[in-house]
């Protein structure tokens, strides 16, 4: 989550879907970056980490509770192929300490992270309120400079952007030999929202 006064823009933070990446592009312009993070308690009283991934749903809460008008920013998420998403995610449990095969993971963890607390893991969630979509835009990262140039064309034409930049990647398999056809069939089904709304395939060649 970032946000910029001046250029009255909202950045919600899908996790594990290149949003480190949205909110380094956008840093020079936004209140606070992860240098700078202890102004998100000084503006909201609350810890960076608590509202890193916060819904949109949320934020627009925030806003409000500070006399902020959240339909005056533009507001902007992003979304990923749904299988290389969960290998990403599988990635960073393992760098945690956990230990899961990655079958075991799919079959038992992943549905723990589309419920609950964890509900920042469900696209849906981060983007809808009552069944509406509040996210002005929404950007498939493999299509990163695609998608983002026409809303910041548009938006803010005189900010100059490095659509090359990629932060906090990571080094794994090629995400489809992770998969077996039963757990390629669950995550399908935990992510039936991204699939039919962004089109993603289990046969992307441009996803890792």
């Not at 991934?53 to 959240?70: C, I, N, S, T, V």
Request: aromatic share 16%; net charge negative; proline share 3%.
């Amino acid at each position: 989550m970032r946000f910029s006064h001046s250029h009255k823009l909202m950045l919600i933070s899908n996790w594990k879907c290149g949003c480190s990446t949205i909110a380094e592009l956008f840093a020079p312009v936004t209140e606070f970056d992860w240098d700078r993070r202890a102004e998100c308690e000084r503006i909201f009283g609350k810890d960076y980490d608590q509202m890193a991934h916060y819904p949109a749903k949320l934020m627009r809460q925030e806003f409000a509770r500070l006399g902020w008008d959240f339909s005056e920013y533009t507001s902007i998420s992003e979304v990923r192929n749904p299988w290389a998403r969960t290998v990403s995610l599988y990635a960073t449990v393992l760098r945690a300490g956990y230990e899961f095969t990655f079958d075991d993971f799919v079959v038992n963890e992943l549905p723990t992270w589309q419920s609950g607390l964890q509900r920042r893991w469900n696209s849906y969630e981060m983007f809808h309120e009552r069944g509406q979509r509040i996210v002005d835009h929404i950007i498939r990262i493999e299509h990163l400079e695609e998608d983002l140039r026409p809303v910041v064309e548009q938006h803010w034409p005189d900010l100059e952007l490095d659509y090359m930049l990629r932060s906090n990647t990571g080094e794994h398999k090629p995400f489809r030999d992770y998969y077996t056809d039963q757990t390629a069939r669950l995550v399908a089904d935990f992510f039936a929202y991204d699939i039919e709304a962004f089109g993603y395939r289990f046969e992307d060649e441009n996803a890792g």
